[in-house]
């Protein structure tokens, strides 16, 4: 199955974002998956400020990763950041399970700077 994590890092020490994205995608090779592509988004503003361990946020690196995994690596690559106190937050997303669906779907997640019709609405 296709996962996408997209995860945001506490600010401040670009190591320790590298560090992080390195250690989930090691978790998935070492359990028999393939890590597709690494996307650093920077660092920027969060919607609203986040409290997370006693410590609020209102920035936060940002980095994207896409792997194919079983169901039960995404959930031990989920539970290992869940536990890391740099995550200021994350969420993994499905994005297919069937070849036609994911077997042309890239490592690299590009920023979206097209505008939609229903956000100027």
């Given at each position: 199955?296709?996962?996408?994590?997209?995860?945001?890092?506490?600010?401040g020490?670009?190591?320790?974002?590298?560090?992080?994205?390195?250690?989930?995608?090691?978790?998935?090779?070492?359990?028999?998956?393939?890590?597709?592509?690494?996307?650093n988004?920077?660092?920027?503003?969060?919607?609203?400020v986040?409290?997370?361990?006693?410590?609020?946020?209102?920035?936060?690196?940002?980095?994207?990763?896409?792997?194919?995994?079983s169901?039960?690596?995404?959930?031990?690559?989920?539970?290992?950041?869940?536990?890391?106190?740099?995550?200021?937050?994350?969420?993994?997303?499905?994005?297919?399970d069937?070849?036609?669906?994911i077997?042309?779907?890239?490592?690299?997640?590009?920023?979206?700077?097209?505008?939609q019709i229903?956000d100027?609405?």
């Amino acid at each position: 199955m296709l996962y996408e994590l997209i995860a945001i890092v506490r600010p401040g020490s670009l190591n320790e974002v590298r560090e992080i994205a390195r250690n989930a995608g090691a978790q998935v090779i070492r359990s028999g998956g393939v890590v597709r592509g690494f996307t650093n988004w920077g660092a920027f503003r969060l919607p609203r400020v986040t409290t997370k361990h006693q410590a609020r946020y209102s920035e936060g690196h940002h980095f994207i990763m896409r792997f194919d995994a079983s169901g039960t690596v995404q959930s031990n690559v989920r539970r290992t950041l869940g536990l890391d106190p740099r995550m200021i937050n994350f969420s993994v997303v499905k994005l297919g399970d069937k070849l036609e669906e994911i077997k042309n779907v890239e490592g690299k997640v590009g920023w979206n700077n097209i505008r939609q019709i229903s956000d100027t609405i």
